[in-house]
């Protein structure tokens, strides 16, 4: 079955750096765009960053652009978020997801609180 699992979360102060990861399986993974959601309380889930299956073209929103980056590693089936200059408002819930043939899978996500 599919299977998304993040880590690397936890607890920075503002301006701080995290690396966050995803380790899929269940799917042909190099076949399919990732994506990074994230929800804070209070808030609807959005998307943050994407990265295609080919190519590695990526996107992201506005408010995290030129600090947070996506990339893949193919041969581990694993998508990485790095975030750096962390502000307050980047507190959230971190979600992996991908949208395959049979649908969407999320995983559990992994939580981000940047505070000092």
């Known amino acids: 079955q599919v299977q998304l699992v993040e880590s690397g979360g936890g607890l920075v102060q503002p301006g701080g750096s995290l690396k966050l990861s995803c380790v899929a399986s269940g799917f042909a993974f190099r076949n399919f765009a990732m994506n990074w959601y994230r929800q804070a309380p209070g808030k609807e889930r959005e998307l943050v960053a994407a990265?295609?299956?080919?190519?590695?073209?990526?996107n992201y929103a506005d408010s995290v652009k030129g600090r947070f980056a996506i990339s893949r590693d193919n041969a581990k089936n694993t998508v990485y978020l790095q975030m750096n200059t962390l502000k307050p408002e980047d507190t959230a819930m971190y979600y992996c997801?991908?949208?395959?043939?049979?649908?969407?899978?999320w995983g559990q996500g992994t939580q981000v609180t940047v505070s000092s």
């Open positions: 997801f991908v949208h395959l043939w049979t649908g969407g899978y």
């Open positions: 990265i295609a299956s080919v190519g590695g073209s990526t």
